[in-house]
């Protein structure tokens, strides 16, 4: 490896993390204009301690348990110690990775990606859960449970070894996030109002504009996202995988678009916005196995899946106030299985591994996630009081609003 | 060409292009801000569909048309066939354009300025048209009218033999949308209530903040529209187009702040704005052959531009809700001669052959896009009802509003 | 230096302007969503014009001023000329810096740094400062003051002979920005109501999702502002300036969000946005000398710094709508001692020479600041009649509201 293809592969690396870090203002964006006025500084609370979290301790713990080197227990667990070097003198930081990147590159870009996990939880569970109990939720999620699944695969654990597929995270990152909302919604119950006399009542989302934001600086950051876990500059493959992408995400909108539009016969901005996300979130596994018509045809039917996934959690009446299990759930387990159907990889045995790995990691997850949401309902209670609930957590938890200026009356008439 | 330099001219454009891509937030925040909140949902529905609508048709068509390669038609017309060619096994799609970019590198740059064109028209239009008959004509503009006269100069094309000049765009995406937007606006005619007796009422945008975000986002989207467009990471040429633009744009600031002072006599946010894309568009055609004076001097003369068009094409009664025709119709006719007056190519030879470049592709763009529309007028008609735009397309078309949260008494009084 | 390192080192600094530039925005929207409502037109047309200014006067003026080169007058002051060379023939441009990078890549990067002194300014004196006397300040701020500042260090003067440490600019850019923001709040007096009979009253900002959006996008810019700063791609300088930002970002958050609490029991949104930019305003002297331990101690000093800072300056009745003096000021020294207490130069010497310069450029910057918003006030007034601020600048000033569609009645009672 010369110097200036160590330097350029290393720096794709590093833009690619920019990349990922604006997804956190995507999701903080696309949540707050998804949940009701009284609930925004709450949610943008709570995405600003997440990136926080979720860089501490991916520093102290996280990342020193997704990839521990060298012999563990048997690909399930391992752990290479707290912390991670100093950069004094350690001339083995910037020799690493066959030369493609150093040391403080890996982890940095791994750690963007971790705080991911906790952000779609925060999503799903907006608007009635506990602040505090919640970001106790999300360090030890984000501590532990991710970065065991997460080294199943990408730490050269056993699913990595059975030949599991999952190059940028359908799996490993958004569907171990939407297990996790999955569990918290299930423990914390609808929205007061979201079901009433048998039927779904829609609670809008305050802000359009802050929505439409969100997805796009989320198709923003997934070039980086995708492209970055090339893990070098490769001039075709970082190519492809923004073809790809773009492709899919494209054509996400449209399917969504059709389908919402048979279904509700309106064109619904949230389902087109909520679109584009499960294309970009179904071509997440493959994005660099497939040609340009098999990720159309992916990002398509992910598209297609969004409003009919999003009606029948409502049926079960799981109340999910941004979508978060549609998009990164449901549309990351048929990412994942799409790497055993189209593209480079396409047979009946991958599909059937990436069956397995999915279903462990699943398993795995949700149960985490159950249990510890489980206890901490026990110890402290998840959900706040009705009376929270009807003022907003703004006012309750932030002694805040939003949005100040609409003067005394229009404001006593606005919290009616 | 070196392994290193051929990754690093790659990673460039392709970091160009995720920089294009965000320029399409940048449109949809401008518009979202420029227009009223009634029709904000309808406006970002429309910048949702039409990212996806020039991805994919700029993959199935599009491209092929563009950069058909090759002998065609007397340099007018020529296509290279459906879809783009699968990655497996062909090297051809790595060693490609001298060795600076790959085959995928160079479609999906191209294909994110394919869909600026349609972007530019949903501005002027926006408040009055009706949703699908403008997607339909998003489509067939994007696929057929905007690659036809792209390839007349980036494809080879006649234009391109003549010696006519336009190193990103200022004419061949500008002003493509500009005329675009121009036969739209003339067939729709203006928005109730916008001339009345003689006079021209103003209609505020509704969010200054949202406009704002634009802007600041299509500058920043910007250093990746023209530096891209050098297609290398050449250290001198791409450093130079930075220093022009950003110039350029500030300059434009100055001008429209200062004309537009002498002319309302008040300090007018919007009127800075549009002078700093105003500027951005100026310099797009000339951007790689200007020193920093002429840049200063070619957006200042932009930004001048823009309070002045603003009034003129309102004397004309011709209703533009965000300045779009201003902005990218007139300064990037502006900016297309200002290659023949300023820098390494002025001359009157070139200035004649700039000339004739706008005025070809301004007759074959606004022939087809009047005819376009004209077309789909009769077929099924173009503008909503009136009580529709009275009620606003928001809940006409979508049934939605861009924000809730006001409460029902304050919300009564808002639709009022 | 081989032709791939030049191209590859000089493309990193030109992505890291474009960052830089969009932290802009990133002041924008913060200083929006803290202010008013009726004061976001004028914060918003600052910000443009702020941008243009600094831009323009630092190609005509700031640049030669900045880095003199060769031989000046005791290391304190020189000047290079007017305006920046033409490209034309001139193969220095490209050929300078050690190879790393062209003539008009440093003069973009360093260009982008410099408007953000005036930034930093907008904020604190918001909502009640004249517009075109602060613009006048601007120009003659950005002018004169930071390029001689920065010149003693960064451009091979005095300080930079004595040792003095300031990696990105924690002193050269935010403390400099920070002595100009204090001189301006004492010249100018506090917000009307702000101190009511002894007691700091509450004056909550507009629209939080702004202000959050705001601090996002300032740590998107600040990978560049501080990454950019290693002037050359170098792959384990670069990485582990991104390692130390980060962290101490995140602990910055941690620690705002502990002291808040302690001191308010409350979590308190706002302060946790500006422990974040306090955490990145302490790191960015000493980012490219501090292993993780250290970034992350720092960043949490910076900001438990913060809601101490915030309530010190009320007790003093110096009002700061966003807190600028705290951040960018307090955290600004803050970060530059540190350079004398942790990492690759920690030392008694050291420390020493760090309050040196501390102390040298405050007292230039703080002192020419007074002396120049004195004369305005003396010559023009700098703040605008008791009226005009009740009634808000965006009326007063622009004749233009940032939000419309509220509908008359409920317009009516928000100007209450």
Same mark, same amino acid.
């Given at each position: 490896m010369t110097e200036s293809m160590f330097t350029v592969n290393n720096l794709w690396l590093l833009i690619a993390t920019v990349l990922v870090f604006i997804m956190h203002l995507g999701f903080a964006s696309l949540e707050a204009g998804f949940v009701r006025r009284k609930n925004t500084v709450n949610i943008l609370f709570k995405n600003c301690m997440i990136i926080a979290i979720g860089l501490l301790t991916y520093y102290a713990v996280g990342f020193n348990l997704m990839y521990p080197g060298g012999d563990f227990a048997g690909g399930f667990f391992g752990f290479a110690g707290f912390g991670i070097a100093n950069?004094?003198? &350690?001339a083995g930081l910037i020799e690493?990775?066959?030369?493609?990147?150093t040391y403080y590159t890996d982890f940095i870009f791994q750690a963007m990606f971790a705080a991911t996990c906790c952000t779609i939880v925060s999503g799903a569970v907006a608007?009635?859960?506990k602040l505090m109990p919640f970001l106790v939720f999300c360090v030890l999620f984000v501590t532990i449970s991710y970065p065991i699944t997460g080294m199943w695969k990408w730490g050269g654990g056993w699913l990595d070894a059975k030949g599991f597929y999952d190059f940028a995270g359908s799996t490993i990152v958004h569907s171990v996030g939407g297990w996790g909302a999955l569990a918290g919604i299930i423990l914390l119950?609808?929205?007061?109002?979201?079901?009433k006399k048998g039927k779904t009542q829609p609670i809008p989302g305050h802000s359009m504009p802050f929505a439409a934001v969100g997805v796009f600086l989320l198709w923003f950051g997934w070039f980086g996202f995708n492209g970055g876990s090339?893990?070098? &500059?490769d001039a075709g493959a970082v190519a492809l995988v923004f073809v790809t992408t773009s492709l899919a995400a494209a054509a996400g909108a449209i399917g969504a678009f059709l389908v919402s539009y048979i279904m509700f016969k309106t064109y619904d901005l949230s389902m087109v916005l909520n679109g584009i996300l499960g294309g970009l979130v179904g071509i997440t596994a493959g994005a660099d196995l497939m040609g340009p018509g098999a990720s159309i045809i992916i990002g398509f039917i992910a598209g297609c899946i969004i409003p009919l996934s999003v009606v029948f959690f409502d049926k079960l009446k799981l109340d999910d106030p941004v979508g978060a299990t549609s998009v990164h759930l449901v549309c990351g387990i048929w990412g994942t299985l799409a790497v055993g159907i189209f593209?480079?990889?396409?047979g009946l045995g991958q599909l059937g591994i990436q069956a397995l790995g999915i279903a462990a990691i699943g398993v795995f997850t949700f149960a985490f996630a159950f249990a510890l949401f489980y206890v901490i309902k026990l110890v402290s209670g998840i959900r706040v009081s009705e009376e929270e609930e009807v003022k907003g957590l703004d006012i309750t938890e932030h002694e805040m609003e939003a949005y100040t200026g609409l003067g005394k009356v229009a404001y006593d008439l606005a919290v009616k």
């Open positions: 950069p004094e003198g &350690a690493y990775a066959d030369g493609n990147y608007e009635r859960i119950g609808a929205r007061k109002g979201k079901y090339v893990l070098s &500059a593209g480079a990889k396409a």
